[in-house]
């Protein structure tokens, strides 16, 4: 590829460009990957990239089939030039081990070389540490046909121009223009999001045509792609696991990295504020390439299970970056398909960082960071009475009872979750909170339904009932469906049927027999527990003591996915005290607000 010198965090090295031996050719996964214009730019713009650019250009020409990548790399010398487009020539590697420690995004040396097969190539670069520049043209065998000095910046611009020309029929097959520049722009996108850091300029028919500003994390760069998308509405994480002990090559020793951690990235949509009608953005990559790996797909989607609307999807990006010896990258022309390694460990990391994002923690939240300033501002208003509910609260909460439950606080202390205060029952419907930068108000209902849904996931226990409850009229449907979730019903006479088992948590109800005759109109055994954690939830309109109100807040923050029930429905409103200052404008001067 174009580099001669590339960053030595990419693992590259530094001799310059060489045809790979015969022995490494034959082992490596060959196949045409320049199939379109969104093609070219993919395989352009990861050059650059291994060349350490930070700032990439690209401009697209659809109607002549031209597309031109400019960075500020690098750049290569005049013989890495002359040899750049030669079949299997590259600088990233160079010999079959190479193969297990891939840390580059181009490794084939085949790109530059289809390229020139299949339109006309130019190639203008300059080294850093030079003043002088070159510019290239090469034939369709990839071999120098004029060599020119040119004054140029550091770094490399590649023009590829009238592609397919001598393959009309290849043209023919393709899409639309319009389709195609969409493929362009998600192509970029996709990279943007692996190599955040980087600024893009794109241009079409010499116009600009959109940009993304750098930033340090994925989550600053994908409400730039998706517009409607608030950096406020994405959870980002970024967590180190180990390493599994068994390397690529399948020596059953420790990773190539040794004993370096992998790390889990993570920019995930909160299900209470963004999602989609389709999974089309549950997006995967290992070391700073986009992939297609269903299992870890379906990883994400199986963790965000129950937290989002029916027939609605997550918005997920995950980055793993993994020791190279866990990646078997030579199995597809374009590498977008992985073998990765220890995939079960990598699917129980994946799910174990989504539940940490979903938490509700002092980490997790942005506006959740406790300050002096706060507490003191509360403090105060309690003191003028302003604010003195709080007060009741505190003195209610003094009286023994179920919501100092040691187990919960230590396991809340343990997560770091943060601190919630019971203060007072709005309408008897919602539960206002306070907590170290603000207040919230919970609703009950839903807050208990998540709380009895994890717990019946967690213990589904059916247990026998005397007497035996009584249903009448089932269909031959509802009774196997009661039979199927492994309740112990009988026939009791003519469209007569005796439970005589059921849930624990419906069989001391009064409603028990409805939530039963509700259990037996369809569905699994998590839309039977969904049911059930509804059916058993405090009643909005249900009057609530400040310590009961805590006990549910206390075991509502500790769940697994506390912000949404089962059913997709937000459970909180965040009146954040940053917000009401800005909205009681405390931040003015106070000669100002009198108008002195």
Request: aromatic letters at 6%.
């Amino acid at each position: 590829m174009h580099s001669s010198t590339l960053l030595p965090k990419l693992g590259s090295v530094t001799d310059g460009i060489q045809t790979l031996p015969k022995e490494v050719v034959n082992l490596i996964a060959a196949g045409e990957v320049i199939d379109s214009l969104a093609a070219v730019v993919r395989e352009l713009v990861e050059n650059s990239l291994d060349a350490g650019a930070s700032r990439i250009a690209v401009s697209v020409w659809p109607a002549q089939w031209r597309v031109q990548v400019a960075d500020n790399g690098t750049g290569m010398s005049l013989a890495d030039l002359r040899q750049a487009a030669s079949a299997h020539s590259t600088s990233k590697i160079r010999s079959s081990d190479d193969l297990w420690k891939i840390t580059s995004l181009g490794f084939r040396g085949e790109a530059l070389h289809s390229l020139a097969a299949l339109a006309e190539l130019e190639i203008l670069s300059r080294l850093i540490e030079t003043t002088e520049g070159w510019r290239i043209t090469y034939d369709s065998q990839g071999e120098p046909v004029q060599e020119i000095a040119a004054a140029i910046a550091p770094g490399t611009v590649v023009t590829v121009s009238n592609l397919f020309g001598n393959w009309p029929v290849r043209r023919q097959g393709l899409p639309s223009a319009g389709q195609q520049l969409r493929a362009v722009q998600a192509t970029i996108q996709q990279i943007a999001l692996c190599h955040p850091w980087v600024t893009w300029q794109v241009q079409q028919h010499e116009r600009s045509w959109f940009s993304i500003s750098p930033s340090t994390t994925p989550q600053e760069i994908l409400p730039q792609i998706l517009r409607q998308v608030r950096p406020s509405d994405l959870q980002h994480l970024k967590v180190e696991v180990p390493t599994p002990e068994m390397g690529g090559d399948g020596d059953g020793k420790i990773g190539r990295w040794g004993k370096k951690k992998s790390q889990i990235e993570l920019v995930l949509g909160l299900p209470d504020r963004c999602h989609r009608r389709r999974a089309d953005w549950v997006r995967v990559a290992t070391n700073k390439r986009l992939v297609r790996s269903p299992e870890l797909e379906q990883t994400i989607l199986a963790a965000m299970a129950r937290t989002l609307p029916r027939d609605r999807y997550p918005i997920c990006f995950l980055h793993l970056q993994v020791c190279p010896s866990q990646i078997d990258w030579n199995r597809h022309p374009a590498k977008a398909e992985i073998y990765l390694h220890s995939l079960k460990y990598w699917q129980e990391q994946v799910a174990q960082a989504i539940e940490q994002a979903l938490r509700i923690s002092p980490y997790n939240l942005s506006e959740a960071i406790p300050s002096e300033r706060i507490g003191k501002l509360l403090k105060t208003s309690a003191a003028k009475g302003a604010y003195n509910a709080s007060s009741d609260a505190d003195a209610a909460l003094s009286v023994p009872s179920e919501s100092s439950d040691e187990e919960t606080n230590k396991l809340a202390a343990e997560l770091g979750l943060i601190e919630l205060k019971a203060i007072a029952q709005v309408h008897n419907m919602y539960i206002l909170a306070e907590h170290p930068t603000g207040m919230w108000l919970v609703e009950q209902h839903i807050a208990h339904e998540r709380v009895l849904y994890e717990q019946l996931c967690d213990r589904w226990q059916l247990v026998p009932i005397e007497p035996p409850v009584i249903l009448r009229n089932l269909n031959p449907a509802q009774v196997e469906q009661l039979q199927r979730l492994g309740l112990d019903i009988e026939n009791f006479g003519d469209q007569v049927w005796a439970l005589r088992s059921a849930p624990a948590i419906l069989q001391e109800r009064e409603d028990c027999a409805d939530a039963l005759l509700e259990l037996s109109l369809g569905g699994d055994l998590q839309t039977a527990q969904v049911a059930t954690a509804c059916r058993s939830a405090i009643r909005n309109g249900t009057p609530l003591s400040l310590p009961e109100m805590q006990k549910l807040l206390d075991q509502w923050k500790v769940t697994r996915n506390p912000r949404t029930c089962p059913h997709g429905r937000p459970i909180y409103l965040s009146l954040e005290e940053s917000a009401l200052a800005r909205f009681f404008r405390r931040h003015w001067v106070i000669g100002k607000s009198h108008g002195i």
